[in-house]
């Protein structure tokens, strides 16, 4: 008996407690909000804000699939109505993805810029058609005495090399002719081979020429002290003349 009078004390008392007077409420209201009712009201906030801001005709990124919900092509996420959709649009992880969209599409539209024209003028000469020319092989000649010593520098084998005379009677007074030597995969007329390189040489106004030699390493005319590697150009004859060496 004395323990069902207390159990309805306990029970009487508890209801008769006023929590709507508790440290942090106002008076006549529903005491403070938890966390779920906080994020409930920032969300219709958020939504009514978005619906005095933002057209969803103009959103590029909302999409609404067969289902009748909508979707967000940004960040890839499923949205029942139009509301959570526009709360979705006001928060951070749209903003994010929003930020990092637009850098991506500035550094894209910076490489797409097209580039400064060149200002170098280009001659522009009516070719005439190719000179006529001559390739002549060289070996080094090697002197001995009456001993059979050396008397040529060095003591390798005999160096081989190349002779060409090239005949420019029609070429412009002011004109200096030009070699080069290039590599297989620089020129764009035959498929590439290790085992070849080409000459070129240039004159104006007659097309360039070009010779397919062996790859192997040619000896630098400034540096030749035999008097092997060589050129000559004649103002008056009009011949262009030159000679080089394979190195050993």
Known sequence: MDFQLLKLFKQTTQSAIPFQNRVGSKFGGGGVAGAAEANVDRRERLRKLALETIDLAKDPYIL??????????????????????LAHTQGKKHQTNLAR???????DSQLLIAPVPSTVRHKVFLKIGRPGYRVTKVRERIDYDHLGQRLSEGDGPPREGLMVQVHLPQIKDDVMPRRRFMSAWEQRKEPPNRTYQYLIVAAEPYETIAFRIPAREIEDEAE???????????????????????RT
């Open 64 to 85: 609404r699939n067969h289902l009748g919900s909508l979707e967000c092509r940004l960040c890839l996420t499923l949205h029942t109505n139009e509301g959570s959709y």
């Open 101 to 107: 969209r637009a850098a991506k599409d500035n550094k």
């Open 224 to 246: 030749d002290r035999t008097g092997w590697n060589w050129s000559h150009w004649d103002p008056d004859t009009k011949q262009y003349s030159f000679q080089f060496m394979f």
